[in-house]
């Protein structure tokens, strides 16, 4: 039942790949507290008009963003010790990254709205998110960085 969730989080996390190239070698900072804030406003405001509980939202949101830069320091690392892994291509961070982020902000509030009910249920939830946790790591062949990711946004998958 959570498995098109966790897909989407895993579409995010993977988004930070991209974010990463767009910000390496650059003097962006991975942390930008402004964009941050404005992620979280437009995911609250949009929560209120589904009738999704926005702080639980904004808390899911949060938790994703964690991944995200959790995910852009790992291969900050990674492309340090193998400047040969640093992708070719610097994705356009405005037009091209945010934007793809925002289209995944519309399809996960979607299904968080979806799976509402199943997400209060503490103990299910957390038994669904667990199993698949486990399986997206395998479908998705996630390595180690973007599995400690995922289970870092996973965190916040039960409200
Ligand atoms: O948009 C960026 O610059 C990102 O790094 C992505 C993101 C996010 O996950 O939405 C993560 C970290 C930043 O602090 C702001 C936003």
Same mark, same amino acid.
């Given at each position: 039942?959570?498995?098109?969730?966790?897909?989407?989080?895993?579409?995010?996390?993977?988004?930070?790949?991209?974010?990463?190239?767009?910000?390496?070698? @650059?003097?962006? $900072?991975?942390?930008? &507290?402004?964009?941050?804030?404005?992620? +979280?406003? /437009? *995911? #609250?405001? =949009?929560?209120?008009?589904?009738?999704?509980?926005?702080?639980?939202?904004?808390?899911?949101?949060?938790?994703?963003?964690?991944?995200?830069?959790?995910?852009?320091?790992?291969?900050?690392?990674?492309? @340090?010790?193998? $400047?040969?892994?640093? &992708?070719?291509?610097?994705?356009?961070? +405005?037009? /091209? *990254? #945010?934007? =793809?982020?925002?289209?995944?902000?519309?399809?996960?509030?979607?299904?968080?709205?979806?799976?509402?009910?199943?997400?209060?249920?503490?103990?299910?939830?957390?038994?669904?998110?667990?199993?698949?946790?486990?399986?997206?790591?395998?479908?998705?062949?996630?390595?180690?960085?973007?599995?400690?990711?995922?289970? #870092?946004?996973?965190?916040?998958?039960?409200?």
């Amino acid at each position: 039942p959570l498995g098109e969730l966790t897909d989407l989080m895993v579409r995010r996390i993977r988004a930070g790949d991209l974010v990463a190239a767009a910000k390496f070698g @650059t003097p962006r $900072p991975i942390d930008d &507290p402004v964009r941050e804030r404005q992620v +979280l406003e /437009d *995911v #609250r405001t =949009r929560s209120v008009a589904m009738g999704l509980d926005p702080e639980s939202a904004v808390r899911f949101f949060r938790a994703q963003i964690e991944a995200n830069k959790a995910v852009q320091r790992g291969l900050y690392v990674r492309w @340090t010790r193998h $400047p040969d892994e640093v &992708p070719d291509e610097r994705p356009d961070l +405005l037009t /091209d *990254v #945010r934007r =793809r982020l925002d289209g995944l902000t519309t399809e996960i509030l979607v299904d968080l709205k979806e799976t509402e009910q199943l997400r209060r249920s503490v103990v299910s939830c957390e038994v669904q998110a667990k199993l698949a946790e486990r399986s997206a790591a395998v479908v998705h062949h996630l390595d180690e960085v973007h599995e400690d990711a995922l289970a #870092r946004a996973m965190r916040a998958v039960c409200s």
